[in-house]
């Protein structure tokens, strides 16, 4: 089986900075695309950010500018650098991946979800 461990959430005030990470563990024969996504209290779950096996990205408009994300093939992990946070930004972050354990075939995992919040 495949697990994914998200890290470096907490509690932050508006205009700082969080890292988040979020590492693939177990029967893995590669990774394809990895993100984040986030879902705040009695609102839909949204796509945040994403990257490519390449390197190539994309974001939401609403964080474009302010969030990076990055991965290391090698660690099989994913991150999310957030600066400038607003209280908009709060909400539970997931990680999702797809992964290749059998060739030819690619499933989506996700991580458990790690809570950001941002005082204003």
């Known amino acids: 089986q495949v697990q994914l461990e998200e890290s470096g959430g907490g509690l932050v005030q508006a205009g700082g900075s969080l890292r988040l990470s979020c590492a693939a563990s177990?029967?893995?024969?590669?990774?394809?695309?990895m993100g984040w996504y986030r879902q705040a209290p009695g609102k839909q779950r949204e796509l945040v950010a994403g990257?490519?096996?390449?390197?190539?990205?994309n974001y939401a408009d609403s964080v474009k500018g302010r969030f990076t994300i990055s991965r290391d093939n090698a660690k099989n992990t994913v991150y999310l650098q957030m600066n400038s946070l607003e209280p908009d930004d709060t909400a539970v972050y997931y990680c999702?991946?797809?992964?290749?354990?059998?060739?030819?075939?690619?499933?989506?995992?996700w991580g458990q979800g790690t809570q950001v919040t941002v005082s204003s």
């Open positions: 999702v991946a797809g992964v290749v354990v059998v060739a030819g075939t690619v499933n989506s995992y």
């Open positions: 177990g029967r893995i024969l590669s990774i394809n695309d």
């Open positions: 990257i490519t096996s390449g390197g190539s990205t």
